[in-house]
């Protein structure tokens, strides 16, 4: 601070004057200074809100919890408030007994509370051929992660006596407008990860987020995880949907589409300093960023500041957990000089993050989901950090 400076020399009214009573806000609120940190439209992406997608602000957040109030939405149909007292989930197909329960049903059952990333398919999709947008929101801000409560639908399942032998395949299908349905293949039930959940961060889910019943598919692309859920069938063949046959397929460069590509490859991205952002001056900074596998456990960053010629490996903050988002941190002393900064990590499978060239080698340039291509930023002189591709 400067010499004489006011903040410390003259008195606020904060240190002066009584402050706001308790429950001013009986649901809090965060400070009004922070009131830029919103979830946000691409400008242009979509022609209706309703379908539509509001991205998380992931350069102003720290660790690897989303504030659920942040919690990216996407909807094919727009969002209600559902009235739980009216909410059912019906399981039928091939089981012993079908059965209907109602949200008090559910809430009885015996419940866990898992931490997990949900990642839209079309996470980053709009880089598939050049850059194509300016900030970390918008490349990759269809991330967020939250503990979720609610039962293994594996336990309902059992209740219900389904045929696991030839049962091989669930459909979940949501309440609202859009005829979300979604195959789901048995063994992720059978390892109990996938939840029927209502609960996200301690508190039910919020309204945008599926309330009051969601699945969770931890690993799997976000589609998947269907909101506002109302029915589960347990079948012996994959569906073939709408959003399975005609959406969430992926156009190789041969022209063919590659189907039920569900799991989320390993992925990360520098959240600060990101696209957008200023660096004020040379010197220290600390590069954060998160990382992410649908496969498991993060179990390494690597950190480039010379756009991919050097690496160092960056700190994984506590906790890392499958499935989930996990936290890295590198010290940085910039030297006033111009740099490209990018991450790669590596999960438990052994597979590692792949760079621009690598994945369109693959997959090729005129995809839309699976996007998980090393994420490049770039700083200038002025301190400028902009978002560029390196192959
Ligand atoms: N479930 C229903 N019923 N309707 C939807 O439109 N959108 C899906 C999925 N589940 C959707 C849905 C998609 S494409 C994604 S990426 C995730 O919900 C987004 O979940 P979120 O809005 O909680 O972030």
């Given at each position: 601070a400067v010499q004489g400076d006011p903040a410390i020399l003259e008195l606020p009214s904060w240190s002066t004057?009584?402050?706001?009573?308790?429950a001013a806000n009986p649901y809090g609120l965060p400070s009004r200074y922070e009131r830029a940190l919103q979830r946000r439209e691409s400008p242009g992406l979509t022609r209706v809100g309703g379908s539509s997608v509001s991205f998380?602000?992931?350069?102003?957040?720290?660790?690897?919890?989303?504030?659920?109030?942040?919690?990216f939405e996407r909807h094919h149909q727009g969002w209600h408030d559902v009235d739980p007292a009216r909410h059912r989930l019906m399981i039928n197909g091939l089981v012993k007994t079908q059965a209907v329960f109602t949200m008090d049903d559910i809430m009885?059952?015996?419940?866990?509370?898992?931490?997990?990333?949900?990642?839209?398919?079309?996470?980053?999709?709009?880089?598939?051929?050049?850059?194509?947008?300016?900030?970390?929101?918008?490349?990759?801000?269809?991330l967020s992660c939250s503990e979720f409560t609610g039962v293994p639908l594996k336990e309902i399942l059992d209740m219900c006596g389904a045929d696991y032998k030839k049962g091989r395949y669930v459909l979940a299908e949501g309440a609202d407008g859009s005829s979300m349905t979604r195959t789901i293949p048995m063994e992720l039930i059978e390892s109990g990860e996938v939840l029927v959940a209502y609960g996200m961060n301690g508190e039910m889910l919020r309204p945008e987020n599926?309330?009051?019943?969601?699945?969770?598919?931890?690993?799997?692309?976000?589609?998947?995880?269907v909101k506002w859920l109302r029915r589960?069938?347990?079948?012996?063949q994959p569906w073939a949907s709408k959003d399975e046959a005609v959406h969430y397929i992926d156009l190789m460069p041969d022209g063919q589409h590659r189907q039920y590509s569900s799991i989320q490859e390993c992925k990360s991205v520098i959240t600060t300093p990101s696209g957008g952002q200023l660096l004020l001056d040379k010197g220290f900074y600390n590069i954060s960023g998160l990382a992410w596998s649908g496969r498991g456990k993060v179990t390494r960053?690597?950190?480039?500041?010379?756009?991919?010629?050097?690496?160092?490996?960056?700190?994984?903050?506590?906790?890392?957990?499958?499935?989930?988002?996990?936290?890295?941190?590198?010290?940085?002393?910039?030297?006033?000089?111009p740099a490209i900064l990018q991450s790669r990590a590596v999960d438990d499978s052994g597979y590692v993050q792949p760079g621009y060239g690598q994945l369109r080698a693959a997959r090729g340039?005129?995809?839309?989901?699976?996007?998980?291509?090393?994420?490049?930023?770039?700083?200038v002189e002025s301190g400028e950090v902009s978002n560029v591709q390196v192959l």
């Open positions: 004057t009584l402050g706001m009573p308790v998380t602000p992931l350069q102003g957040l720290f660790g690897i919890i989303t504030p659920s109030g942040l919690h009885r059952l015996p419940s866990v509370s898992r931490i997990h990333f949900i990642e839209c398919g079309a996470n980053t999709g709009m880089e598939w051929g050049n850059v194509a947008v300016p900030t970390v929101q918008y490349s990759h801000g269809m599926g309330y009051p019943l969601r699945l969770v598919v931890p690993g799997v692309q976000g589609v998947s995880w589960i069938e347990v079948g012996d960053v690597d950190v480039s500041t010379d756009g991919g010629i050097n690496w160092r490996q960056a700190r994984l903050e506590t906790p890392v957990l499958s499935k989930a988002s996990t936290r890295f941190n590198i010290d940085w002393v910039w030297d006033g000089k340039t005129r995809s839309i989901y699976h996007n998980n291509a090393i994420q490049s930023w770039k700083v």
